[in-house]
């Protein structure tokens, strides 16, 4: 069934325009707020100070059957201490994501601005990302209805593409009634190129059409104690022609070592999530964070794909030391 309807989908991409999200779903979109949002802030920075943080993580969507999402994707994230009116942020990333026959994978780099006098309290940032991806389409991983069909397109085609993402990012640690408290809000444009290219297949030509992509997230740490806090936070997302979509997540962390949270979405999709810190594991101003989500369909309307589930490790230092 799902080798028929991937065929329904080839034919459906190759004979019209189709409008939907095409940047992959995280569950625990704090971990990858480098994808996101190119001048976000890594919030382990803002509140433990870590300003180097190398990360990678491995999500796989609906894992009722095999052709379905398999996202992996690393980043590096460095903030600069140079003591003036501002700070730099810059990172790099690396994603592959393949969901059946169709598959994209890009390198980014980006480069951002924080205008603060202490980094560590708050500040405005603006980024900038650039880079380049990769779009394919395997033809030897679709089985058509009718095998030996002539009229079945030999559809393997390549095509690599630039882009371009924008974005702005607020944090404070707060004063007054709140204090210790941080918030956090960004807003992002991280496929801000659109329109249509046509790559040519053979003696035909493929229409291959990117749409641009808005994201807004925000947070609030109340924190109990210095180790304790709960969180929450959003992440919205629109794109033009598809449904607009909203999480929402809470996660309490009792004490430094241990966090778990819950979330759901608009979508009808419920996030559960889980992590371990380990500071102090390669040395003294060092950190080691591995985190596990799990999200599944509660809508009245769910398909029968199963649950997705999302792993990442993160290794944190302080240089500001």
């Not at 709140?178 to 496929?191: F, T, V």
Request: aromatic residues 16%; proline residues 6%.
């Amino acid at each position: 069934m799902l080798r028929i309807t991937l065929s329904f989908v080839c034919c459906l991409w190759f004979s019209m325009s189709l409008y939907a999200q095409q940047l992959p779903y995280f569950t625990q979109f704090r971990q990858h707020q480098p994808l996101l949002n190119p001048a976000s802030i890594n919030s382990d920075f803002f509140l433990y100070e870590y300003n180097v943080s190398l990360a990678t993580s491995y999500r796989m969507q609906w894992i009722s059957h095999p052709e379905t999402p398999r996202t992996l994707q690393a980043t590096g994230e460095f903030i600069s201490d140079f003591g003036g009116a501002f700070e730099l942020v810059t990172g790099l990333s690396v994603l592959q994501d393949r969901t059946g026959p169709f598959g994209s994978s890009g390198v980014q780099g980006r480069i951002g601005s924080i205008f603060t006098n202490d980094p560590y309290f708050g500040g405005l940032s603006v980024g900038l990302s650039i880079g380049m991806v990769n779009h394919r389409v395997s033809s030897n991983r679709i089985t058509w209805k009718d095998l030996g069909d002539p009229l079945a397109p030999d559809i393997d085609f390549s095509v690599n593409q630039p882009e371009v993402g924008l974005g702005v990012f607020y944090y404070r640690r707060m004063e007054g009634a709140l204090d210790g408290d941080n918030i956090y809000l960004g807003l992002s444009a991280p496929q801000l190129l659109h329109g249509n290219s046509l790559v040519p297949v053979g003696e035909d030509f493929i229409p291959l059409r990117r749409v641009a992509h808005y994201y807004a997230t925000a947070g609030w740490y109340h924190f109990f104690n210095q180790e304790a806090f709960l969180e929450t936070s959003m992440w919205a997302k629109y794109t033009p022609g598809a449904p607009f979509n909203l999480d929402i997540y809470g996660r309490f962390q009792p004490a430094r070592p241990v966090w778990f949270g819950a979330g759901f979405g608009i979508n009808g999709l419920a996030h559960l999530e889980a992590g371990f810190n380990v500071p102090g594991l390669l040395f003294e101003d060092a950190s080691l964070k591995i985190g596990y989500g799990f999200d599944y369909n509660i809508s009245a309307f769910d398909l029968p794909l199963g649950a997705s589930h999302e792993l990442h490790l993160t290794i944190l230092f302080d240089t500001y030391r």
